[in-house]
Nanobody, 119 residues
């Protein structure tokens, strides 16, 4: 059973930085395209950043380009989201996900970590 555990969320002032981590277990980590989504209060969950399965390149939603960076350490079965220049509109629960072979057919989610950005 794939398990994903996020950490690193918290309260930060606008302009600050946080690094989220997502540790995976119960799976062959390299078989999964990893990514992050977020859900703000009263809004639907939205895509933030991910590794594409083919080629391993990265993809970001427009609102975080140039501020957020996704990375992964296959040796540690961990994916990271470095968030710089945080804005109040980045406030959300951030979820890590693992997509088996990047097919969108078998996706596992973590429990989420809260990020709150004060103005």
């Amino acid at each position: 059973q794939v398990q994903l555990v996020e950490s690193g969320g918290g309260l930060v002032q606008a302009g600050g930085s946080l690094r989220l981590s997502c540790a995976a277990s119960g799976c062959t980590f390299s078989d999964y395209a990893m990514g992050w989504s977020r859900q703000a209060p009263g809004k639907e969950r939205e895509f933030v950043a991910a590794f594409r399965w083919i080629g391993g390149s990265t993809s970001y939603t427009d609102s975080v380009k140039g501020r957020f960076t996704i990375s992964r350490d296959n040796a540690k079965n961990t994916v990271y989201l470095q968030m710089n220049g945080l804005k109040p509109e980045d406030t959300a629960v951030y979820y890590c996900y693992a997509d088996h072979y990047g097919l969108g057919l078998s996706i596992y989610w973590g429990q989420g970590t809260q990020v709150t950005v004060s103005s």
